[in-house]
C-alpha cells in the first residue's frame, strides 16, 4: 500500500507487520499470526459487517447532495472500484437501498480482472496470475466467498481497465480536480474517460 497508508496507521497507534510482496502473501501471514497469538482476524472484505462500513462512504455525501438539492433517485449511475469487493459491494447495497433503479458499474485493473466472460453463465471464483499494477489497492488475486456471488447480483457490468488508462485518470483527477488521487481510486474516472474517447471497454460480466 501507499506510504500515507502506513503513516497514518502508525498514528493511530497500530502495530503494523509488513510481510510479502503482495496482499495474498501478506493475508496468509495475517491468518497464521492470528492462531499463533489469539488474535481475532478482521477480513479487509468478505464480511457483512465490512460491507456496512463501506456504505459510510457513500452516506457521506449526503450533506453535499442535500447543498445541490440533489435526491438519491436523480443518481441513475453509480462507478466505483473493484478490488476484493468489499468497497463496491457495501456502497452499491446502500445505493440499490437509496435507489432501487440505479445501474452500478464497477471497474478493476486488467492486471487483476478475475471474472472470465463465462460468469454469468457459470459462476465460479477465478484466481488471476499475479502481476503489477498502479491501483495497488485493488491488486487482489481473487474475490471473497462472499462478495464475489453478492456483486454477480448487484454490478449491472464490471469492466477492466489498462494501465496506460489508469494512469490517464490519476492525471485527470489531479488536472481538473486537484486531487492527489492513488491508482484505485482513479480506476473509475479511467474507464469513464475511456468510454468517451474510445466508445471501447473490456467488458468482463457482458
Known sequence: SNIQKYLDANHAGGTLVLFGADYDAAATHAV????QNGFVYVHPYDHPMVWAGQAANLLA?????DNL???????????GPVGGGGFM?????AYHQLHPGGLLYGYEPYTHSKFS???LAAPHLMIQPKGKTRADGTATRRYGDLTFWTLLRLLNSLQAVVEEDIDDGIRLMHARYGIRSEGA??????????RARRGFYDDVTG
Not at 61 to 65: A, H, N
Open 32 to 35: 497464521d499470526l492470528g492462531k
Open 61 to 65: 455525501l449526503q450533506p453535499q447532495l
Open 69 to 79: 438539492g440533489v435526491r438519491w433517485t436523480d443518481i441513475t449511475e453509480l462507478h
Open 89 to 93: 459491494t457495501g456502497v452499491g447495497m
Open 117 to 119: 466472460r463465462r460468469a
Open 185 to 194: 481510486g482513479a480506476l473509475a474516472p479511467a474507464g469513464l474517460m475511456n
